[in-house]
């Protein structure tokens, strides 16, 4: 069963991040960890706000966040991979069952994928997902996720980015949207 499973960067500030790595090494892959911009995407927007440059320019440096913090889980955990190409991750689960992605502009700019804050790390999973085929996504959140709430819920809480529902809307994949503590507590 193949599994993508988003970190959200907030995890980082949680100092959560290295149990849920250490969670995933658990689990049978193969899996495509998505990681989020965490600090790295918040220096963009406190940037962008400042400087006061185009969604153009914030969306690619969103995106360098992304692979920013695509190293440092590489960093924590080395013996996952780091796959930039999303039609290198079938190939490269053959050597490893668990990668990082760590998205590539040109590719997400092929796939016509809008250059907004309304795409985060978020969409760019169920992208993901959908792009490969794959049975499943978890999104881990270290916000409190309420029970039985929506996707549209989540969405108009800002729990996940607006346009979360649009890439999801003909998912032929699980989509589960967790608390840190709730994925933990799942994988012990």
């Known amino acids: ?16 991040l290295p ?7 658990k689990r ?26 185009d969604d153009v320019a914030a969306h690619r440096m ?3 966040a992304m692979q920013q913090m695509a190293l440092l889980m590489r960093s924590l955990v080395p013996e996952f ?8 991750l079938r190939s490269a689960w053959q050597v490893k069952p668990v990668l990082i992605w760590s998205p590539q502009v040109e590719q ?15 969409s760019l999973a169920a992208w993901l997902a959908g792009y490969i ?4 996504l978890i999104v881990v959140k270290s916000a409190p996720i309420p029970e039985q709430a929506s996707l549209p819920d989540l969405q108009r809480q800002g729990i996940l980015d607006a346009a979360f529902q ?3 809307a003909k998912a032929n994949y699980k989509i589960t949207v967790l608390n840190k503590d709730c994925f933990l507590s799942r994988h012990d």
């Open 28 to 53: 049978a892959g193969p899996i495509a960890i998505v990681p989020g911009g965490g600090p790295f995407a918040d220096q963009v927007r406190s940037a962008q706000r400042l400087w006061r440059f």
């Open 81 to 88: 991979a780091i796959v930039a190409d999303a039609d290198s």
């Open 19 to 25: 149990a849920c790595l250490a969670a995933i090494a």
């Open 62 to 64: 969103a995106i360098l």
């Open 166 to 168: 649009r890439f999801t």
């Open 1 to 16: 069963m193949t599994c993508v499973i988003k970190l959200g960067g907030s995890l980082l500030e949680t100092a959560a």
């Open 108 to 122: 997400l700019d092929k796939a016509n994928i809008a250059a907004s804050w309304d795409v985060t790390s978020d």
């Open 133 to 136: 085929e794959a049975d499943e």
